[in-house]
């Protein structure tokens, strides 16, 4: 990838008012919005069907749509619960062989919630799950398969940026998600403009050193925040809450980053998403 791709995670409200039905046409609509990618969401378990996946595939194949997958909500990378915490690893094998079948390769996931434990003893956790993930993975035949674990807005959840920087250390082939609209909120509204951004990318280059840092994946939805982080996805017109994203857009083009980047706006993503290309494009002089 040369330039950044603009998707959504799921479809906008507009998929039904444009007349659209079924998943299968899901890569028929993203390129009707002028986008690049989409990422199919198994928030809730992974259950595609294997003809589904397939009639999925060839329309995005067609479009040349880019598609990543989210794994399902309930990953517990540092649970208390010995059980809880290794059935996180079958989860991510099965979205692996869901992401696989969509023609995709980047499996996106949470860590999960700290719990009753110190921040530190949940990334131990979190770093020996993660080594399991990536070993049967390899195990299984899906060493192509890239883990994308994300930055997370709650302040109980693992998934600052150095947790999840430090995740992706277990192995050169696990790639961050950078949720930038999770990252303002966790942290009560600090990315204001171009300084904060760049600090995240800065980072982001310090501990990875390599093209991780440049074809990362990323998140962006202006969130509603509280004390405790994370209250609700907004869309582009709600300007109360940040983070911008022009700034981000300045700086992806100034340093000729090329992230998959997946908006997650509430009912909107689909339109924020364009309009965060077309300043990316004006941006590119196209």
């Known amino acids: 990838m040369n330039s950044p791709l603009?998707?959504?995670?799921?479809?906008s409200e507009s998929f039904k008012t444009m007349g659209y039905k079924t998943s299968a046409q899901v890569p028929?609509?993203?390129?009707?919005?002028?986008?690049?990618?989409?990422?199919?969401?198994?928030g809730r378990g992974v259950r595609l069907g294997e003809a589904l996946a397939k009639t999925i595939r060839a329309g995005a194949e067609a479009r040349g749509i880019y598609f990543?997958?989210?794994a399902p909500y309930y990953i517990s990378m540092s649970s208390m619960e010995e059980e809880k915490r290794l059935n996180s690893?079958?989860?991510?094998?099965?979205?692996?062989?869901?992401?696989r079948a969509l023609g995709g390769r980047r499996v996106i996931f949470h860590a999960g919630s700290c719990g009753k434990q110190s921040r530190e003893e949940a990334l131990a956790k979190a770093l020996d799950t993660?080594?399991?993930?990536?070993?049967?993975?390899?195990?299984?035949g899906f060493e192509d398969i890239t883990l994308c674990p994300e930055t997370m807005g709650k302040v109980g959840q693992l998934g600052t940026l150095d947790e999840v920087l430090a995740l992706c250390k277990v192995d050169k082939r696990i790639t961050p998600c950078i949720d930038f609209g999770h990252?303002?909120?966790?942290?009560?509204?600090?990315?204001?403009?171009?300084?904060?951004?760049a600090f995240i990318l800065d980072?982001?280059?310090?501990?990875?050193?390599?093209e991780r840092a440049v074809n990362f994946h990323a998140h962006f939805s202006r969130i509603e925040y509280t004390t405790g982080g994370e209250k609700r996805h907004l869309t582009f017109a709600d300007t109360v809450f940040?983070?911008?994203?022009?700034?981000?857009?300045?700086?992806?083009?100034?340093?000729?980053?090329?992230?998959?980047?997946?908006?997650?706006?509430?009912?909107t993503q689909a339109e924020d998403a364009a309009v965060m290309k077309g300043y990316y494009k004006a941006l590119a002089g196209g």
Not at 28 to 42: I, K, R, S, V
Not at 187 to 197: H, L, R, S, T, V
Not at 203 to 210: F, P
């Open 242 to 267: 940040g983070p911008p994203f022009e700034p981000l857009m300045e700086v992806l083009w100034q340093r000729r980053l090329a992230p998959v980047i997946v908006c997650e706006s509430a009912g």
């Open 68 to 70: 990543s997958l989210h």
């Open 183 to 197: 990252l303002n909120a966790r942290d009560g509204g600090w990315i204001k403009g171009k300084e904060q951004y």
């Open 6 to 11: 603009f998707g959504t995670a799921g479809t």
């Open 203 to 210: 980072r982001m280059a310090e501990e990875l050193g390599d």
């Open 130 to 140: 993660m080594a399991r993930m990536q070993t049967a993975l390899d195990e299984a």
């Open 28 to 42: 028929e609509y993203t390129a009707a919005m002028g986008l690049d990618a989409f990422e199919y969401q198994c």
């Open 89 to 99: 690893v079958d989860y991510i094998l099965q979205s692996a062989a869901a992401v």
